[in-house]
């Protein structure tokens, strides 16, 4: 589990595109030092697990799947990501609860400037959008950000200079593709009421 607070900017050392499988990141020490082999760490939003640590970083293996539902295919090198190792229990939650597992891929709709902060428009897949409510969670890149707004396609992020400042969101333009995961608690929710709205279903029948 994560919080959508991220702890660092990592650098693509090596994409998918140039490797068999493997992400090369090179990572802060502060976050480097932290991680162990087999540990699990969100990249943009998708939790991966590190298989390989050296002094400048670490690799992470990126199944077919996750290329497919994800950003990650489209890194190269050069690239900055947000990081996130994972929760320990006890630790506080600055954010909201993440599994680092990406819903679907939004796209940056519209920017622009809002007094001190950045006013983001983004496209949202309708499989995703039906877990947001104004004012409720939602992690862009693995960064949990509060929804100002909620339209019919879109929804409405304002950004402060700090998580401009520490996330890849200070370098988005409009038609940035971004990983988009909905509140956890949501989606349990809906499944958990699944089987009354059946049996409703069937009794006004």
Do not use: W
Request: proline share 4%; net charge neutral; glycine share 12%.
């Amino acid at each position: 589990m994560f919080a959508g607070i991220v702890e660092a900017l990592g650098v693509v050392r090596q994409g998918l595109a140039g490797s068999a499988g493997g992400l090369s990141l090179q990572v802060p020490d502060g976050l480097r030092q932290r991680l162990r082999v087999g540990d699990s760490l969100a990249v943009n939003g998708c939790c991966l697990t590190v298989v390989q640590l050296d002094p400048r970083g670490v690799v992470a293996d990126v199944m077919p799947e996750t290329a497919r539902r994800t950003t990650l295919a489209g890194l190269a090198a050069g690239a900055a990501v947000n990081c996130e190792a994972a929760l320990a229990f006890g630790a506080p939650v600055g954010g909201h609860l993440l599994s680092g597992h990406v819903d679907a891929v939004g796209r940056i709709a519209a920017r622009r400037p809002e007094g001190n902060a950045v006013r983001l428009t983004i496209a949202v897949p309708p499989a995703v959008l039906r877990y947001c409510v104004a004012q409720g969670s939602l992690a862009v890149d693995g960064c949990s950000l509060t929804l100002a707004a909620v339209e019919a396609e879109t929804v409405a992020v304002a950004l402060i200079p700090h998580t401009l400042a520490v996330t890849v969101a200070g370098a988005y333009a409009v038609g940035t593709e971004v990983n988009l995961e909905a509140d956890l608690l949501g989606k349990y929710v809906e499944r958990l009421l699944e089987p009354h709205r059946a049996a409703a279903g069937r009794a006004g029948s």
